[in-house]
């Protein structure tokens, strides 16, 4: 799946490498049930696969996962399920699926890496404690605020 989804991951900001980043920091930070694995890491894979905007994200993420899941062989119920996290991953859903708050959580624990965290402080009036906020886990939030502390004692 990641080779097929490299072409469209390289066109975003932090390109395949970020995707990366999301997929080992779900497997490093989160237990998640076996039945939902190939649902997370397949959402995890595909969910900027669109575009470096929001908005080609969920415009063009769930078409270009389609073609993907299809090559694949996947069913039409699981591509439903991962087109549905792809088009609303940047949100925060008021009944989210367990497999979204994982992508969710991981996709903005993200922002907290050394690879990452310099685009987000240029950002003007950027707010960490919104982003740690917006996570769903308590596990998320407290690893965030201490990513957020190390980067405030480097300063």
Same mark, same amino acid.
């Given at each position: 799946?990641?080779?097929?989804?490299?072409?469209?991951?390289?066109?975003?900001?932090? $390109? @395949?490498?970020?995707?990366?980043? @999301?997929?080992?920091?779900?497997? +490093?930070?989160?237990?998640?049930?076996?039945?939902?694995?190939?649902?997370?890491?397949?959402?995890?894979?595909?969910?900027?696969? $669109? $575009?470096?905007?929001?908005?080609?994200?969920?415009?063009?993420?769930?078409?270009?996962?389609?073609?993907?899941?299809?090559?694949?062989?996947?069913?039409?119920?699981?591509?439903?399920? @991962?087109?549905?996290?792809?088009?609303?991953?940047? $949100?925060? &859903?008021?009944?989210?699926?367990?497999?979204? +708050?994982?992508?969710?959580?991981?996709?903005?624990?993200?922002?907290?890496? &050394?690879?990452?965290?310099?685009?987000?402080?240029?950002?003007?009036?950027?707010?960490?404690?919104?982003?740690?906020?917006?996570?769903?886990?308590?596990?998320?939030?407290?690893?965030?605020?201490?990513?957020?502390?190390?980067?405030?004692?480097?300063?």
């Amino acid at each position: 799946m990641f080779r097929l989804a490299k072409p469209y991951l390289e066109k975003n900001d932090f $390109g @395949v490498a970020h995707t990366k980043r @999301v997929f080992d920091i779900a497997r +490093k930070n989160f237990n998640i049930p076996e039945e939902l694995q190939e649902l997370v890491f397949s959402s995890i894979i595909l969910h900027d696969i $669109g $575009g470096s905007s929001v908005k080609e994200q969920y415009d063009n993420g769930p078409t270009i996962a389609t073609l993907i899941l299809k090559q694949l062989k996947y069913d039409e119920q699981f591509i439903k399920e @991962v087109c549905d996290i792809i088009c609303t991953h940047h $949100g925060r &859903p008021e009944h989210p699926s367990q497999s979204f +708050k994982i992508l969710h959580d991981s996709d903005k624990l993200v922002m907290f890496s &050394p690879e990452e965290v310099s685009h987000y402080d240029l950002k003007p009036n950027f707010n960490w404690n919104k982003i740690i906020k917006s996570m769903y886990s308590k596990q998320a939030k407290d690893l965030a605020k201490i990513l957020l502390q190390q980067k405030r004692n480097k300063k």
